[in-house]
């Protein structure tokens, strides 16, 4: 290990003792190291070791990786890299797997050969798993022998020993953890949110044979993740369900100033653009320079090539923006930097001003050079970009009609939306509500001073299958977009929003879960800020009233519905005089009703809309809501809740 941490070595003040006092404040604030202790922290425990089992293999020393989730959810990461360094550190005095183990940020590599993610969502170490565990045991296979240790919630138990002798050169890191029962609230693993992950990285890190094996008692299964073509396998994936302009993945693997460049992209033939981009393997949710050098690369390369092209004149005068250009585009850009600076709301922008102009360059110049020598592409790139610029002009149009003046010009907003009284965004909901009746009620029920109701009728348009123009010109589309003030696509702004709670309630049956599911499409492809910024909730309304005389009592399903019968003194069987009452529709209840269990603040359950992982949300909108009939068969049939998918 080059150097250990730099709190350790420089002079050490007040501010250092917390460090030094190792991993109790990790312990202490689980929080501020792997962001929650629910289940998303659980699983960032195992994309933390899996993370450096990775920089293994993009210094080049490792080419396989093995997660299995045991029966009892404790985990083994298994590698093949150079096994974690068991020799002496000069200044602490404790082996390597020690110090990487039990010291705060000292598990990484520190030699600028490597690309350490740091700084990301990532990259905080392996002894932030360690201390979150309540047990770790680690394996090491390095200069011809086996190396042990353990540890119990972070603090050494077995000190470093040797096993035996490996055969030859073989080497790599086996570590196995169980995560602390005092720290998590959640202690199951899923597998297909590590399945997810695990395919991303190895779509984004060619070559490296990933697997992941469920050990648990009646789930057991094995998956492999191993893509030689690397992003074109990402891009081939993510095109999967939908109908592709040209079968070639157009594709480029380049490195520039010591940053490496992959990009692979395909045109379907859907509205949407679906850019993904990373650095050093973390997705870049807010983008960054490499993203934008990339996208004014492809924007000036295709104007370049409209300008040489023997399209039709009239067309050519109009210059294809950016988003005509990206029309239907799935591209996964994949950059590899030395020092990254992540910055934005959630560290997940990329900051370093070099990639913008490394990544722009390269891809100027090499897709110039694609598109000249594929003319077949090339035609069908421009035919779709100039057919966006054409709907592009009719959509504007229309939207001007959605474009109110003034957040206070209440003259402007729909006739259908009972609006609230305050008006100050922050203290404001809005909710959206399925039917005429059931709006009526919410209306009646609501607190009016601080929450607005706008009833939907019936099914909104499917905004998967339209083009922006046709969005605009949808009625129950435009009233949202209105009352919601924000404006979408290149033209949202947040500030505008009139409401910072936008609630969908829908009735808890199929249609319901279609009228949200076809919402939530709306704003994930048309004001995916609001959903970023944790505006986009859904109400959870009863599922049943269970009632004994005089007093009544809601449960949101059945298992609260038998519990509560049971303390009444029946069973669900309906002895003791107990009523219960199934709600098929939000209309059942009246307004009081409404209110108590849905709407009063005091009282109520909302959830709020996290489209994390945009990669699966993406596909799964698609899925559900694209074209192609047969994977959404097969997704529904695999996926009865298909709404828990989307990480809400
Ligand atoms: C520090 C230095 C070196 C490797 C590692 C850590 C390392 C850590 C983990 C964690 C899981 N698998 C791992 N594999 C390696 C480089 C050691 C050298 O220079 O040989």
Same mark, same amino acid.
């Given at each position: 290990m080059a150097k250990t941490n730099d709190a350790a070595e420089s002079?050490?003040?007040?501010?250092d003792i917390q460090v030094l006092k190792g991993l109790e404040a990790v312990r202490k604030r689980p929080g501020m190291y792997i962001?929650? *202790?629910?289940s998303r922290g659980l699983h960032h425990l195992v994309y933390e070791v899996v993370d450096n089992s990775i920089d293994e293999a993009l210094a080049g020393y490792c080419d396989s990786v093995a997660v299995t989730i045991h029966a009892d959810d404790s985990i083994t990461v298994t590698d093949n890299? +150079? !096994?974690i360094p068991v020799d002496i550190h000069? $200044?602490?005095?404790?082996p390597g797997v020690e110090l990487a183990m039990t010291?705060?940020?000292? @598990? @990484?590599?520190?030699?600028?050969?490597s690309y350490k993610v740091s700084g990301?969502?990532? @990259?905080?170490? $392996?002894s932030v798993v360690n201390a979150l565990s309540e047990t770790l045991k680690v394996w090491i296979k390095r200069d011809g022998k086996e190396h042990y240790m353990d540890f119990t919630r972070g603090d050494t138990t077995t000190k470093l020993k040797q096993l035996g002798t490996v055969k030859g050169k073989e080497s790599g890191t086996k570590i196995w953890f169980k995560p602390d029962a005092q720290i998590f609230t959640e202690l199951v693993y899923d597998f297909s949110i590590l399945a997810s992950r695990l395919r991303e990285l190895s779509f984004l890190n060619k070559g490296v044979m990933i697997s992941l094996k469920d050990e648990r008692a009646g789930q057991e299964r094995e998956e492999t993740y191993h893509a030689k073509g690397g992003l074109k396998e990402f891009v081939a994936y993510l095109n999967a369900n939908k109908k592709v302009l040209h079968n070639e993945i157009v594709y480029l693997d380049a490195e520039k100033d010591d940053i490496g460049i992959e990009l692979a992209l395909q045109y379907n033939d859907g509205y949407n653009e679906n850019v993904f981009s990373f650095v050093n393997n973390i997705n870049?949710?807010?983008?960054g320079t490499h993203l934008t050098g990339f996208k004014s690369a492809l924007t000036s390369v295709i104007n370049k090539h409209l300008d040489k092209s023997s399209f039709a004149k009239k067309d050519k005068e109009a210059k294809l923006s950016g988003e005509d250009a990206r029309e239907g585009l799935t591209a996964v850009l994949s950059v590899k930097v030395r020092e990254p600076q992540f910055e934005g709301q959630t560290k997940?922008?990329? /900051?370093?001003?070099e990639v913008e102009s490394a990544v722009k360059t390269t891809v100027n110049e090499w897709l110039a050079t694609y598109l000249e020598e594929h003319p077949r592409v090339a035609n069908i790139v421009l035919e779709k970009a100039l057919a966006a610029a054409r709907a592009r002009e009719a959509a504007r149009k229309a939207r001007d009609l959605t474009?109110?003046?003034? #957040?206070?010009?209440?003259?402007?907003?729909?006739?259908?939306l009972a609006d609230c009284?305050?008006?100050d965004p922050a203290m404001c909901e809005l909710y959206l509500v399925e039917g005429d009746s059931a709006g009526g009620s919410a209306k009646q029920g609501r607190d009016r001073m601080f929450q607005a109701i706008l009833p939907l009728r019936g099914k909104i348009l499917? $905004?998967?299958?339209?083009?922006i123009d046709k969005i605009l010109s949808n009625e129950e589309i435009r009233t949202i977009i209105t009352a919601i003030g *924000? !404006?979408?696509?290149?033209?949202? #702004?947040?500030?505008?929003? +009139?409401?910072?709670k936008i609630i969908i309630m829908t009735d808890a049956d199929v249609d319901g879960a279609h009228i949200r599911t076809l919402l939530l499409t709306f704003f994930y492809r048309q004001m995916p800020e609001l959903i970023e910024s944790g505006m986009v909730y859904i109400a959870q309304p009863p599922l049943f009233r269970v009632a004994k005389g005089k007093e009544e009592y809601y449960a949101y399903d059945a298992a609260e519905r038998d519990e509560i019968a049971k303390r009444l !003194? /029946?069973?669900?069987? @309906?002895?003791?005089?107990i009523n219960v009452q199934r709600y098929?529709?939000?209309?059942?209840?009246?307004p009081e009703q409404l209110w108590k269990t849905t709407m009063d603040p005091e009282t109520r359950t909302i959830l709020k809309v996290n489209v994390e992982d945009a990669v699966m949300a993406d596909s799964i909108f698609q899925m559900l809501?694209?074209?192609?009939?047969e994977p959404r068969r097969i997704f529904i049939e695999q996926n009865a809740?298909?709404?828990s998918n989307l990480d809400i």
């Open positions: 002079s050490y003040g007040a501010s962001g929650s *202790t629910s890299g +150079r !096994g000069p $200044v602490e005095k404790i010291v705060l940020h000292a @598990g @990484g590599k520190f030699d600028k050969h990301g969502l990532h @990259g905080v170490g $392996v870049t949710h807010e983008g997940t922008k990329l /900051g370093n001003s474009r109110k003046k003034s #957040a206070l010009d209440v003259g402007n907003l729909p006739g259908k009284s305050l008006s499917n $905004v998967e299958k339209a083009r *924000t !404006g979408i696509k290149e033209e949202f #702004a947040l500030d505008g929003a +009139r409401y910072h !003194g /029946g069973g669900a069987d @309906g002895k003791a005089n098929k529709g939000l209309g059942e209840m009246n809501m694209g074209d192609e009939v809740k298909f709404v």
